[in-house]
């Protein structure tokens, strides 16, 4: 017989979650996709997991882990439950409003690269990519070599913003420390779509390789979108846990059953690795929605 919501495993659940807000230094960090419908609360349970996430170095002492999350034209982070640093780069002037287009007045950190917001971490951390953005020579290097083409090739063309984001887990992964951090990466979509072309579908099988080597970097990468199949079949296949939430299409290599998460309710969700189980998540204080407008 199929199992039903209620059935699931609590206890299953509780040990799945527990591993991926407490990193140490034997599991080091971890891996997590999560998918649901539009209205499930994936953004709410993003902001839940990144305040509970805590370290250790020595089983012993448990810390705040720093979170950088990757902020978005309209986002949720105001309702991030503690004290919220954010960053946006240091040639950018953006202002921010409500949804309602009310004044809403937010302290900035100006960067110039990733390595300023590194040594500037706080616990939870917003940073907005650039608006503008030319490919770093580390980078250049990178693609140019899986590309088998000349770095000159690379100079000068132009590229969407957020591939920012690809130079800065080439920075993270390639830092001389080896603390925990964990990045965090609503709507993922945006960042590692399915079926790309050209400079990004080199990027992303590069970060297909690199999963295994955040986790050995005490990296950790949560990401959320709408269903599996709008992100990259090579880094998803890569990912260590899943969370199904309402109305979320079930994988073919999942161990849960395809109809599951349509019985779901908001604030329910199924986490599997190598076993799965139902989780309920509270709601978060509701505050003002954050748009950011760049000039």
């Known amino acids: 017989m199929a199992a039903t919501v209620k059935s699931l495993s609590d206890a299953m659940a509780l040990r799945l979650y527990k591993e991926i807000t407490m990193h140490n230094p034997d599991f080091r960090g971890t ?19 990144a305040s509970r996430i ?10 705040k882990e720093p979170v950088i999350w990757r902020g978005r034209t309209v ?13 946006v780069h240091a040639d950018d002037d953006p202002y921010f409003t409500t949804e309602s287009g009310e004044e809403l007045k937010v302290r900035v950190i100006k960067y110039e690269d990733i390595r300023d917001v590194l040594n500037n971490l706080n616990e939870f951390n917003v940073v907005y990519e650039p608006t503008t953005y030319q490919l770093g020579d580390n980078l250049k290097e990178m693609i140019a070599r899986r590309a088998a083409i000349s770095m000159r090739q690379l100079n000068d063309i132009d590229v969407d913003s957020t591939v920012w984001w690809f130079e800065t887990i080439y920075e993270v992964l390639k830092r ?6 964990s990045l965090f990466f609503d709507e993922a979509d945006e960042l590692f779509p399915e079926n790309p072309s ?7 099988a590069w970060l297909k390789d690199s999963v295994k080597d955040l986790r050995k970097r005490n990296i950790s990468m949560y990401y959320s979108a709408h269903s599996h199949t709008d992100v990259d079949s090579r880094i998803r296949t890569k990912m260590q846990y899943r969370i199904l939430m309402k109305g979320a299409r079930v994988p073919n290599n999942s161990l849960i059953n395809k109809r599951l998460p349509l019985f ?11 076993g799965f189980g139902k989780f309920r998540f509270d709601k978060l204080r509701r505050k003002e929605v954050v748009v950011v407008h760049f000039s």
């Open 75 to 87: 986002d949720m982070w105001t309702w991030y439950p503690g004290k919220v640093r954010v960053f």
């Open 198 to 204: 050209g400079l990004r579908w080199h990027l992303q």
């Open 31 to 49: 891996t997590v996709e999560i998918y649901g419908s539009k209205g499930s609360a994936k953004t709410t349970l993003m902001l839940k997991i």
């Open 176 to 181: 001389k420390d080896n603390r925990f951090i």
């Open 264 to 274: 779901l309710d908001v604030g329910e969700a199924i986490i599997e690795r190598d």
């Open 54 to 63: 805590v370290c250790t170095y020595d089983f012993t002492n448990w810390q």
